[in-house]
């Protein structure tokens, strides 16, 4: 059974940057979209970002564009997202998610779920 792992959260000052990681075990992410969700506090999880199998095509949720970066390692079989020029609003537990076929906006469409990692943005 596939797992996702996701790092890299932690308290992080306003004005700088977040890099994520999202890293599988017991399987591999080669044939496997992977898309980027966050849940800030008392409001419902958001999409931000997927990329396709091979990396070729990225998706960004408009509010995210220009400040988000997502890429993957199929060889280290790991997914990152960059996070630049931090807001306290980006505060949340952040999730990564893998799914067959290529990126969804739907949450329904995604397998394989991590843990989430939380990330605090402080002024």
């Known amino acids: 059974q596939l797992r996702l792992v996701e790092s890299g959260g932690g308290l992080a000052q306003a004005g700088g940057s977040l890099r994520l990681s999202c890293t599988a075990s017991g399987g591999t992410l080669n044939y496997l979209a992977i898309g980027w969700f966050r849940q800030a506090p008392g409001k419902e999880r958001e999409g931000l970002s997927c990329?396709?199998?091979?990396?070729?095509?990225?998706k960004y949720v408009d509010s995210m564009k220009g400040r988000m970066a997502i890429s993957r390692d199929n060889a280290k079989n790991t997914a990152y997202i960059q996070i630049v020029e931090l807001k306290p609003e980006d505060t949340a537990v952040y999730y990564c998610a893998a799914l067959w076929g290529t990126c969804s906006n739907n949450e329904a469409h995604y397998v394989y779920w991590g843990q989430g990692t939380r990330a605090t943005v402080f002024a």
């Open positions: 990329i396709t199998h091979t990396g070729e095509t990225t």
